[in-house]
């Protein structure tokens, strides 16, 4: 990768090969423990109501759908 100057504006295109980030990804097993079918339980507000359009924002949070 490169650097851009800091006194001025600047525009840094780079190519990644998606497939070797892919391959490294799988191997930090980082999300191994994740659990998405609970998402939806954390984001509400008492562990049970699911939160609505129309409730407040969690610190400006976009439910999932």
Same mark, same amino acid.
């Given at each position: 990768?490169?650097?851009?100057?800091? %006194? @001025? =504006?600047?525009?840094? @295109?780079?190519?990644? =090969?998606?497939?070797? @980030? &892919? +391959?490294?990804?799988?191997d930090? &097993? +980082?999300?191994?423990? &994740? &659990?998405? =079918?609970?998402?939806?339980?954390? *984001?509400?507000l =008492?562990?049970? %109501?699911? *939160?609505?359009?129309?409730?407040?924002?969690? %610190?400006?949070? @976009? *439910?999932?759908?």
């Amino acid at each position: 990768m490169h650097d851009a100057a800091n %006194n @001025i =504006d600047a525009i840094i @295109i780079h190519t990644f =090969d998606l497939d070797d @980030i &892919r +391959v490294r990804r799988d191997d930090w &097993r +980082v999300f191994i423990d &994740r &659990r998405p =079918d609970l998402y939806k339980e954390i *984001l509400t507000l =008492d562990g049970e %109501n699911e *939160l609505t359009e129309s409730a407040p924002p969690i %610190n400006g949070m @976009i *439910l999932p759908k």
